[in-house]
């Protein structure tokens, strides 16, 4: 593949963040050039030639970050190969199995013909901003469930998919 490749993220306490930064790691580690960014700050991506999008999961729907980015930038990424991801569930079950992307997401999937979604668990930890993150840690549902071999495996499977597209 010829180009940059982007992986963009909207996250409001890091922890999408972190999961971007890890693909973006494997990705670089397999020869690719890679710029990582919040998706709120990318104008274009006309400089692209492969996109990653990920979003924290928030009562079922994307970050609006990441919604925003899609929905701004939606004919560029139709033009190149895109993946996206997605990190919110606050127990084990991502890596238990896999979790198919909410409703927004999976209609942007459809519209951009994405070439692939994975679901990876999140983290709420002490100190998240927001309201209902402090409902859910007094509550004790808080927690680090990101697998980060998980992670690295998937954007392993990017990188190959990535090094056979001309």
């Known amino acids: 593949m010829n180009g940059t490749v982007l992986v963009t993220y909207g996250t409001t306490n890091g922890s ?94 459809v519209r951009l013909d994405v070439q692939g979604h994975v679901t990876f668990g999140g983290c709420l930890e002490e100190g998240a901003r927001g309201r209902v993150a402090g409902m859910i840690l007094r509550s004790g549902k808080g927690g680090d469930f990101r697998d980060f071999g998980a992670i690295e495996a998937w954007a392993k499977g990017v990188a190959d998919e990535l090094s056979h597209m001309e």
């Open 16 to 109: 999408t963040a972190r999961i971007a930064g890890a693909v973006a790691d494997v990705l670089r580690e397999n020869g690719l050039v890679v710029e990582s960014l919040p998706a709120r700050t990318v104008r274009s991506v006309t400089p692209y030639g492969a996109v990653v999008v990920g979003g924290a999961l928030y009562a079922g729907r994307w970050h609006k970050d990441a919604r925003r980015f899609v929905r701004r930038h939606r004919e560029a990424l139709a033009e190149r190969p895109v993946w996206f991801f997605s990190s919110g569930p606050l127990d084990a079950s991502a890596s238990q199995r896999d979790i198919p992307p909410v409703r927004g997401v999976r209609r942007a999937m």
